[in-house]
């Protein structure tokens, strides 16, 4: 559905797969990202200079070799591990030691997935998750996206960020799903790929994680995921090879175990990256996550963060001890500078101390620079579930009369913006490393009752999720009752259940019980039991996802029409929480194992082997 002015380009929304391609000379493109005024991105080029194989990365490696082999081997240990008593943390999430003799600041490394995670330095954007991004199937947004990532990352003088997250959802369930890019891995690695180069043209180094088979958060620190080498390779693997294809700087490697071996210290691991992909890059830890220091330094580990578990002082000792050679040192540091110069990063790179005061004015609010971008993809990415005889878009007859705006999930985060806490409100991002700090976010309830009032409607509100009496009450001969419900989860935390927080379930039939056109719009992190889909009174099913900090308007413009709801589902929605093949483990045991025995046949795949409808 779409008004007039949005079905003139449905023609170019259907082809979700094709590319539109421009030639852009390198300069320019730079030139674009670091000085454009207008605060729009630029296109997705034709041409990716940073590809694995390219002879871009083997004139980096020739840089680093040369600049390593004019530091001491007390220098060297300063670039390998975290700097935990550094001035430029925070903002940066981890930071390395400076090299003063060489006038090298050190590197900065910060989170996340959805944009920057912390903002002292400037008012950064809170983009759209990973999962909702996923959902436009579009390579043109993810690269634009990224781009304009990208330019906040380096303006505030991140070297390294940490995104994209490309662990799959195995299970509904899991913790980080809405940072992911869904279930499928083909899909995944090509949004990883295109949010790759949208970064690193900005001139900021990609960081793939968590390498590989963090799935859950339950017991992540100690639990071992088992799999076969085929379901390694074809499945868990394949978009983080995909997104190394197209040049990404650098991995991290996660917490847990893969097949009883801890993830930063397994040598397999090191033999697909090096061998088997061709991969130059360095091999970063999850924080903390060097269980045996000197294991993952002569196996596979390029850097430790941050510097706790494996420190400047650990390091020098296994030096003079001869457990680390000289050799081995050598190769972390050019590794982990190999991407730095790749980009470029050695001229003109805003200094995170200083870059307050000196970076261009353009770039002191990036919170309204990328606005635009936001609200596009956020729209882009809502997928209509239901439409009953075109309830969607909103009629302006309709619109004359009473509208219904219903659940806590309308209305503004009452725990603030960019806080571990959760509480009613919308669902703008998850918690944990991937959320952001935006210096604002628009809540459903603003941009509908502006363009209610517009078009000469009255709404009611009942904005309290436990309060059924208040919420049949607002939706009583309403024309529409808009009812909002919503899911969370984070880092560190796997949902237990499938149902919607705040008894979403019972307050969604409170309203269908009383009007005949409910619309629900659903701002969850994964899937969730609907089990009111079939509702004779539910006449349209929105799911909105995790949006980003456009949130309201994003979805303002699909329910108005301007935009036409074209996402896609990554991840299957079932009608019972038992036909799912995978689990979390969540029993407490002294070495728990989480065993992928579906193999290959992850979400869709085991619906369609089983015949199981969704």
């Not at 296994?318 to 050695?346: A, I």
Request: proline share 6%; with cysteine; net charge neutral.
């Amino acid at each position: 559905f779409c008004n007039e002015r949005a079905c003139e380009t449905r023609e170019q929304d259907e082809q979700m797969m094709r590319m539109r391609y421009f030639s852009l000379p390198l300069f320019l493109l730079v030139a674009l990202i670091v000085v454009g005024t207008s605060g729009g991105v630029p296109p997705r080029p034709t041409y990716n200079p940073y590809t694995y194989n390219s002879s871009a990365w083997q004139d980096a490696i020739s840089r680093a070799r040369a600049f390593t082999s004019s530091l001491t081997w007390k220098e060297m240990t300063n670039l390998i591990t975290g700097n935990r008593n550094s001035t430029r943390q925070p903002p940066c999430n981890g930071a390395t030691y400076p090299i003063p003799r060489l006038n090298f600041p050190g590197l900065c490394l910060c989170d996340g997935p959805a944009g920057l995670r912390n903002t002292y330095a400037i008012n950064s954007s809170c983009f759209v998750s990973g999962i909702n991004a996923a959902q436009t199937w579009d390579r043109d947004l993810m690269y634009a996206q990224g781009a304009a990532m990208g330019r906040e990352f380096r303006a505030s003088g991140t070297n390294y960020a940490f995104t994209p997250n490309i662990n799959l959802v195995r299970s509904p369930l899991g913790g980080r799903n809405w940072e992911s890019f869904g279930a499928d891995p083909w899909l995944s690695g090509e949004m990883a790929a295109w949010q790759v180069q949208g970064l690193q043209n900005s001139g900021v180094i990609a960081n793939l994680k968590h390498f590989i088979g963090n799935e859950q958060e339950t017991f992540r620190s100690y639990i071992s995921s088992n799999m076969d080498d085929r379901t390694l390779h074809e499945v868990y693997a394949w978009p983080f090879m995909r997104a190394i294809r197209d040049g990404a700087g650098s991995i991290m490697c996660s917490f847990n175990m893969l097949n009883g071996v801890y993830t930063c210290q397994d040598p397999y691991l090191v033999h697909i990256l090096r061998n088997e992909w061709g991969y130059h890059g360095p091999i970063i830890t999850d924080w903390n996550a060097a269980t045996w220091p000197l294991g993952a330094a002569n196996t596979n580990t390029d850097m430790s963060m941050p510097g706790l578990s494996w420190n400047l002082n650990m390091i020098q000792d296994y030096v003079n001890q001869s457990l680390v050679n000289n050799t081995r040192l050598q190769e972390m540091v050019v590794r982990v500078l190999t991407p730095y110069f790749l980009l470029g990063q050695d001229r003109d790179f805003p200094n995170m101390n200083t870059s307050l005061r000196t970076f261009p004015a353009i770039l002191r609010n990036m919170s309204t620079l990328h606005n635009d971008i936001i609200r596009q993809v956020g729209a882009a990415s809502s997928v209509l579930l239901r439409n009953v005889k075109s309830a969607l878009p909103l009629k302006p007859a309709l619109l004359r009369g009473k509208v219904a705006i219903i659940g806590s999930d309308a209305a503004y985060p009452s725990a603030g913006l960019g806080t571990w806490r959760t509480g009613p409100g919308t669902t703008y991002i998850g918690t944990g490393s991937g959320r952001c700090s935006p210096t604002y976010v628009i809540p459903p309830v603003t941009p509908i009752t502006t363009r209610v009032r517009a078009a000469g409607g009255t709404v009611a509100t009942s904005l309290v999720d436990f309060d059924l009496t208040a919420a049949r009450t607002a939706a009583r001969g309403a024309s529409y009752a808009i009812v909002f419900a919503n899911c969370r989860s984070g880092e560190g935390w796997d949902r237990t259940n499938m149902t919607l927080y705040n008894e979403g379930d019972a307050l969604i039939r409170a309203v269908a019980g009383v009007n005949n056109n409910t619309i629900v719009v659903l701002h969850i992190v994964s899937a969730v039991l609907m089990p009111w889909y079939n509702h004779p009174n539910i006449t349209a099913i929105l799911l909105a996802g995790v949006p980003g900090q456009e949130t309201g308007n994003s979805l303002s413009d699909v329910l108005f029409g301007d935009v036409n709801p074209s996402g896609k589902l990554v991840y299957t929605i079932a009608t019972n929480d038992t036909h799912y093949p995978a689990d979390i483990i969540s029993v407490q045991v002294t070495l728990p194992q989480c065993n992928y025995t579906e193999k290959l046949l992850v979400d869709y795949r085991w619906f369609d082997y089983h015949n199981i409808t969704p």
